[in-house]
Structures are given as C-alpha cells and as structure tokens.
C-alpha cells in the first residue's frame, strides 16, 4: 500500500497506486469505513426503551436552539388536511445568526420521508419515450455467467386492498416519536397491524368513521390527533413499496439493532481497537423495490466507525499547542468544522457548521413552557448525562441543506462537545498503514464472508417469532437464498499505444507493464520546465531528476534539463519564484513539497490555475526517499505530465464515428460552505485523448447544472474548430446525481443541451443526443461461484436483467477489478436516446471509455469523462476555489 499522498497529482494518488488502495477511496472495492452519515438535524428524542412516555416532555425541538417555539396550546379550529405541516414563524435573527441558522420543520421532513427520493426516482417511466428498446432492454453478445446478487425475492405479499389515512396534531408535532406514541395511545381503534410513517398511517381494515378527532396526552398536555382517509391502495400501488420499507425498519429495530443516521447497527456486536481509539459497529442497509420480474429486499453490509474521542478531547489537545485564544479557536474549527459528530445518548448525527464562543454549558435557554433551563440541567435530566466541563464552548449544527428548503431561515442546534463523539477517519489515521489494515480486516469484506452475513440476517429474520408474527399481519414473506440469474462478460478491449496493441488483462484489467515498456501514443517534448524544491530536499530533487532521464526514452518524451530552483518552505516564497522565472514558454512546473500541508498546495494550485496558467505537478518529498519505487515514481509522474501539456497515453476503438463525449459531476463543498461545482468536460477530437473542460458554480449543495448551454456552445465550438464539423451524436454521462432527481433531470438538464444544440448547430445538422445517468452509490452487489466460494466476477461483467427496472432502459456494469473485498457496480441508466443505442452496443461503448482515464493503466469503475468532470469539480472546490484560466481549459490539468 502506498500510503502519504493526498491531492490530486501528487505522485499520481489512488490512480496508480499498486492494490489494494487505501480504504477510504471508493473507485475500487468496498469503501471501508462508511461515508459520513448525513446529519440528523431533528431535535431527537430519548428512544422509548430508554424512557417511557410519562418522562416525555411537551418539547416539539428537543435539542436546544437560539429560539424555540411558545408552549404547546390547544387550538379550537379543525386543522384542516390542506394546512398540515404549516412552516412556524421563526423569532426575528440578527443578521449573522441568519446564516447560521437550520430549518427543523425541513429536516424532520426529509427523515420522514426517507424513501421519498428512491420512490420518486421509481415511478419515473423513461422507457416509454424509447420505442427502439420498448420490446427489450437487454442485450445478447457476451459469455454468459451465472450470477448471484444480495438480493432476497419477496414470495409473498398483501393481495387486498389496503387503506391509506392521514394524520394530523394540534398543536404540531416535530418528533416523529412522540407523534407515534402519541397515535399509539388510540391501539384500540387502529388495531395492532398497522404501518405509520410520521404522517400517515396504512391499515389492511378501514376505521369505522372517515374522519375521527382524537385526545391525546403528553406530559398532562391535550394533543388533538386528527384521523382522516385519504385513499384506497391496490396491492400493485408503488405507494405500498414504501410503507413494506418502514415495516422492515420495523423488524431491524425489533432484532435490537439501533438506528444511526441512515441505517441500523448491532452496537452488542461493537469492535474495538483501543490502539487507534476506534470502534466500529456492523450492520445493514436495506431496501425493498420492484424490478424486472419480482419484488426483492436487497440488503447488504454496513460499518459506522466512531472514534474513542469528544469534541471536547481534541480541543483540550489543540488548547495545549496554542496559546492565545484567537490561535485556539482558528485551530479548533479548522479541525472541527465540517467533521459529523455523534450524541450517544440518542444516536443521532451531526455535521459541525460552527462554534459558538461565547456560550457555554451554564447559558440558559427557554423550554416549550417558558422555563429556563441550562444546558447542563437539560441534558441532566433528559439523558441522565452530566456534563462536567463548564467552560466550554458550543458546536453549532445547522442541519443538511435541502433543495426545497434554500429560502427558508433556518434555527441552529447547538450542542456540548463533551458529549459529542467523534467520527470517521482523520488524514492521519489514513496515513497510518496498521490503522487501515486492522480496518480493512474487519470492514473490506470478500463475497463468502459478505454472504455469511447476509445469511445470518436472513437467518434471524425466520427464525424470530416475534419478527414472524409481525411480517405475518401483512402476510410478507422472503426467500433465503441470495438472487440468481444469468449475465455476460464482454470481450476484453483492445489498447493502441503508438503502434503496438495489446489486450487489458481478462483478470485484472490491467496494462501497467505494456504502457511503461514502449513509446506513449502522443509524446510532448520537455523542452522549458522548472523544479522548485524546498530546502534542504536538493538531494530527493535530484534523485527524482535523474530517474526522470532513465524513463522518459523508453516512453519517447525528449526532455530537456530543468530549471532548478530552491525555495523557503512558505507560500509565498513559491510564487515570488514562479513570477520570477516562469514565462510564456514554461512548458510545466514541479513543486517539491516538504509536507502534506492543504494550505501549501491550495496556494501554489490556485497561482499556477489562475494567476499564472501553466500545467503544474505536485510531489510530496517523501515519496521521493524510496529508491525501491522511485522509478515507478518517475514512470507515472511523466505521463501525468505528459498529458498535462496535451499529449495522450492510449486509446482504444469505441465503435462510433464522428461522436462527443460529455461528463458531468458535482462537488458540493460541505466544510466551507461555499457554492458547489459542477465540472463539465466534453472530448474535443475524435481519438477521446483530448478534453475540453469548464466549470459552473452553483448554490451551495446544489445537484442539478445550471449553466449546460454555455458550456456545450463553448465545447461545440472547439469540437468544430479541431474537426472541421458538428458531431454526429454528443453522449453525456452524468454523474453526482441524488435519489429523486431523475424527472429533474428530464425537465431541466436535457433540455438546455437541446437548446443549444437548436442555437449552435443548423437545422439539419440532425445532431442526436443519449443522456446516460451514472449512479456509484449502490447497494447491490455480485458474485460468481467457483471451486464452491463466492467470489467476484471478472471485469467486463454486465447485468441488465433481473435487477434492473421494467420503466428504465438501465444495465449494471462491473468494469474493475479489485485484490480484496467486494466489488462495487456502477449502475448506468439511459434517460433520452435520439442515437438509438442497441442494449450490446451501449453497454460496450460504456466499458470501453472505462479504458480511457489517463492517471491509470488499468480499467476505472466508471467512463472516463465522468471521472474527468469528478477530477475537475474536486480541484476546484477543494483547492482552488475559482474558475481556473480559460488558457487551460483544452488540457487535462486537474489530473
């Protein structure tokens, strides 16, 4: 493994690195340590098994804010269905507290409505509009293979109409709970089987009146709990789905699995690793869908790691480094700000967005009924917590940013550090070799071992009374045994490198060895270059020179001596070196860096991106201190560098004439809080080895790309100029899409680049457009069965029936190959085809632009301009923060 590099050139990062990869780097297999919940911004209340109702109080925000709402009073009028949920009038804000502030009422919403977004995405029928695969979506070329998934088929289900109600209170109630507890005290009217989302209540019996108003107690306070029928479900209803999902939510909780974030976990099955202070906790993420044929529950294994250290710890770490407050506070929140954090005592998260300085455990705050109370009390006597340190200051949390919500004031959480545990990993902790291997032993897990856990889940699932009877009310039943069906492997795809050809690997997808052994397919000379290199590391700068000179003929680039330039360890003695000696003819610029310091490398990236546009690559110096891997350095260093200035490595055949290819990715930056970006890169010529790029700045959070038209006149326009001509066809690929955005995406993204194709191409040009949606996020996973194990199928792999949807024209690719743990599918998903793709040919084009990512001589997990767009969002938002120099844009810079 190799370990120590953290932007993106730095000596080539995850891209070239020998398997298997660091744990947290998603482009390989199984990501390791779970990605950040997002936080749960509902004021949480204690679990019922810790407190039972009496101890409930009249609370609607539970976890104290900067304002909270009057007392709960009872209001005469009938809340009619049309006013449900009715937004709250906030308490006048001073203007930098508006920033600051979350909207609740939004996000407990959102976790009532868990599966809004996958539901959304489900009744979106975009195969109706292609009538060339309305008979079938799948294809035939390939070598069939048997294959298993981890999805469990439903063998039965409810076949009577069931009935819908809503449910309303008076007052409102946040605390999804409480507004359970509070309908539960009426058990005798809606009987034990029942399924309630938060909002409304599905029964397999209607009540006997339409409409019933109710009493409710809390805490000796009347809430009115209003019952009234809204529909009639047939069993087919994809609205029924939904509630089969919050039933099974159900039979988690009922096998004593607690609810962290999004998913559930066995905190009695708890690893601890008291040498890195870490803990782990297994679990589950499932989902219950319709597909091609069936209805199956898919479900696969889960880790959240929690560290053996509050937020109160490392601040009492950092006070000792420094000082002076001022020192201290920017320390703080620069490790702080941006981490998520967990509250044990309800296991909820939260993303830090702030710290409030000036309010500690002893402030006070009002409760619903007026009383004031202070921190210490509250949580006292509300989670039996105490809270010793009084002197602290606050976190501030303002909860998830939501679409629908962007105009909406929002009220922050705030919350004591001492009881805030924190979460997932640290660089350091990345960097350290024994923490990620010990890691990747418990939570990398291969498919036998993988499927023991899913077996074991089953298993509990009909072996449990209790869960039997409960699935029984609703006469839901699940096989056993894991999903099998048939897929294909696609023929390995040739490699033109100059004038030799060769295969990838059939195993491993792999052509390091070939790529490095003879001349690139397009060589830039290395004619005006410099070197900056930090002192007292001439000698790691040299080496790594001289190993350059032993590589670089075997590739075919002529390079030139570079200018050597030695500089102090600051920022600012980089540029006053860069303005110095770097002209119009600098061709490159390699930065020596003595550390692995963000500020460093965002500094000398955003002169050398916007202030002075040349093509640049960064090198920690300590790689540079391995003679055993330096070659192997210097190999990857001057291809990078290679395309950088405009050359290419390889390229492959895709089977299609006369075509741009267009990827589009997101990066929302969730520390900063600044405005996300979506990168957008096109091909310009017709061997895919040269790129087009831009990128759009939207609102903070923000998935769906403004901006498209523009970009695609500006790609057009270069397109013509190399080309001489329109395009034929423009492909796009679009990534860094969330669940419920699909019908999004037909109303607003594929328009505008129809729109521009009307501004920029004449009226028979006849210029056709297919929009692919590409999804890396996802549960499913395969398997092939060989000498009686579970393993991974081999690259190449694709799936498009069983598991893909009816109202979709979507296939599963498997395109990499991994050493260790389970391999992760990318799911592809056609949206708009006026190019009228085949099922085979589609699915091949898109496994070959997986063979065209210049920063690895191997097959990537999705097509190369997707990862291109990724690669250039991610740059700008992490490091640069501008848009980079418009000279630039026609070069794979970002690599």
Known sequence: MVVGYQYSDAVGLEEWSPRPQALGQQCQAEPGPEPEAEPVVRHPLNPCHLKPLCHLEPLCHLEPQRHHPQPLQVRSQVVQPAQRRRPRTAAPQAPEETQLVATVQAASLKERNHFGGIFRDHVVDTRQYLDHVRQSTAGTQGRPVKLFANHFRVTSRPQQITYKYNIDYMPDIEDRQVRSELLLQHKAIIRKCYIFDGTSLLLPHKLRSPKMELVSLL??????????????????SPDCLRYYNILFRRILKMMELEQVGRNYYNKREAMEFHDHKL?????????ILEYETSITLCADVNHKLFRMQTAYDLISDIRDGFPTKQELQEQVSKRLVGSVVSTMYNNKTYRVDAFNWEETPRTTFKTSDGAEITFVEYYKTRYDQVVTELNQPLLISKGKWQKSKQDTPHEPILLVPQLCNLTGLTDELRKNYRVMRDLALHMRLDPEKRQHELRKLMNTIQTNKEIQRELQLWDLKFDGSLLSFSGRILKEVRIFQGRRVFDSHPQFADWTKETRSGPLLNVKSLDHWLILYPTGYYRAASSFLQSLRRVTPTMGIAMKEAKMLQVSHSVQSYTTTLENHASSKTQMVVCVLSSEKKELYDSIKQYLCVSCPIPSQCVIARTLDKPQTLLTIATNIAQQM???????LWKVETGLQNAMFIGIDCFHDTVNQQKSIAGFVSSINQELTQWFSQCIFQKSGQELVNGLKACLEAALKLWCKHNLFLPQAIIVYRDGVGDGQLQALLDYEVPQIESSLKSVCPKDSGVKLTFIVVKKRINTRFFVESEGRLRNPLPG??????????QWYDFFIVSQSVKDGTVTPTHYNVIHDTVRFTPDRIQHLTYRLCHMYYNLAGVIRVPAPCHYAHKLAYLVGQSIHQEPHHSLASRLFYL
Do not use: H
């Not at 290679?642 to 290419?648: H, I, L, R, V």
């Not at 792999?797 to 009816?806: A, G, L, Y």
């Open 219 to 236: 805490r000796k306070q009347v809430v009115k709990v209003t019952i009234e029928f809204t529909s009639e479900l047939m069993p087919t």
């Open 279 to 287: 803990v782990i906790w297994p679990g589950y993420v499932t989902s």
């Open 642 to 648: 290679n395309c950088k200035m405009g050359g290419a």
């Open 797 to 806: 792999t694709v799936i498009d029936v069983e598991v893909t949807k009816r």
